[in-house]
C-alpha cells in the first residue's frame, strides 16, 4: 500500500486568488493523479501527473485552470488558479505503488483538500 | 464506453441490520478491475477491495462481503450487522486495463446511514 498525504487539508481562499496542493508519497509510486469532488458529487479525474513531463489532462480541465507538477516519484502539486466559488470542491490526489504488476493495481488515496472560495 | 451505476443514492438502516449496496457496470473489455471504496465525513476515500475479471469468487472479510456476477455485470456489496461506524459514502469503481492509463470510472456513490 501507499500512505498518501496533502497539504493544506482545508483552506479559504478569495475570488481570483491560486492555491497550490501538496501531495507527498511515502514510498515511490508509478502513477499520481488528481481528482476533483464537488459537492454531494463523485470523483472526477482531472489528470494524470506524469514525472518529469506534463500533465495527461482530461476533457474539460486545462493546464492553465490546473496546472500540475510531479518533479520526483513520490511528490505532486496541483494548483487551482484564478479561483471562483464553482471550483470550491474536495481535491484528492492518489497514486498508484511502484513494483506492483502494472496500472491495474490499487489505487490509494490522500485525505483530500477541502477549498471554499469566496 | 465505461461506466459505473449505484442506483442506490441513500440508504438509511438501524444498527444490526444487514445492508446490501448495488453496483453494475458497463465495459467491452475483457479485462478489468472492479473495487470499492469507502468515504467517512472526514473525507479520505478508504480502499476496500480489488477484484479482477476473471476471479468471481465472492470475497468475505469480517462484516463485509462482495458478491461479484459478471452474468449481470453486478459488483455487490453487503455489510453484515452494520454499525454506526460503518456510516459513510461508499463509492464503486472500474478501471480499464486495456488502455494502460491507471485510470478509474466512479460511481456516484451510496449515502448509507447507520441509526443507533
Known amino acids: 500500500s501507499a500512505v498518501i498525504s496533502q497539504k493544506p487539508s482545508r483552506d479559504i481562499c478569495q475570488r481570483g486568488t491560486s492555491l497550490t496542493i501538496q501531495c507527498q508519497v511515502d514510498?515511490?509510486?508509478?502513477?499520481m493523479f488528481w481528482y476533483r469532488q464537488q459537492p454531494g458529487q463523485s470523483l472526477t479525474l482531472i489528470a494524470t501527473a506524469n514525472q518529469g513531463s506534463e500533465a495527461t489532462y482530461e476533457s474539460g480541465f486545462v493546464i492553465d485552470k490546473f496546472p500540475i507538477s510531479r518533479p520526483n516519484l513520490t511528490f505532486s502539486t496541483l494548483t487551482v488558479s484564478n479561483m471562483s466559488p464553482e471550483d470550491s470542491s474536495i481535491y484528492l490526489c492518489?497514486?498508484?505503488?511502484?513494483?506492483?504488476?502494472?496500472?491495474?493495481?490499487?489505487?490509494?488515496f490522500g485525505p483530500g483538500t477541502r477549498l471554499t472560495v469566496l | 464506453a465505461q461506466k459505473v451505476t449505484q442506483a442506490q443514492t441513500e440508504i438509511s438502516v438501524v444498527e444490526k441490520e444487514d445492508v446490501t449496496l448495488d453496483c453494475v457496470y458497463e465495459t467491452r473489455d475483457t479485462t478489468y478491475y472492479l473495487f470499492w471504496y469507502k468515504q467517512p465525513p472526514s473525507g479520505e476515500l478508504v480502499f476496500l477491495i480489488r477484484?479482477?475479471?476473471?476471479?468471481?469468487q465472492n470475497e468475505i472479510s469480517g462484516r463485509y462481503s462482495w458478491n461479484f456476477q459478471k452474468s449481470t455485470s453486478s459488483f455487490n456489496f453487503t455489510i453484515t450487522a452494520s454499525q454506526v461506524v460503518d456510516s459513510a459514502v461508499y463509492f464503486c469503481?472500474?478501471?480499464?486495463?486495456?488502455?494502460?492509463?491507471?485510470?478509474?470510472?466512479f460511481g456516484q456513490g451510496t449515502t448509507l446511514q447507520v441509526k443507533p
Open positions: 492518489s497514486a498508484i505503488p511502484q513494483g506492483l504488476a502494472g496500472t491495474t493495481d490499487t489505487q490509494y
Open positions: 477484484r479482477n475479471s476473471f476471479d468471481e
Open positions: 514510498s515511490q509510486v508509478t502513477m
Open positions: 469503481a472500474l478501471s480499464d486495463p486495456p488502455s494502460n492509463t491507471g485510470k478509474l470510472i
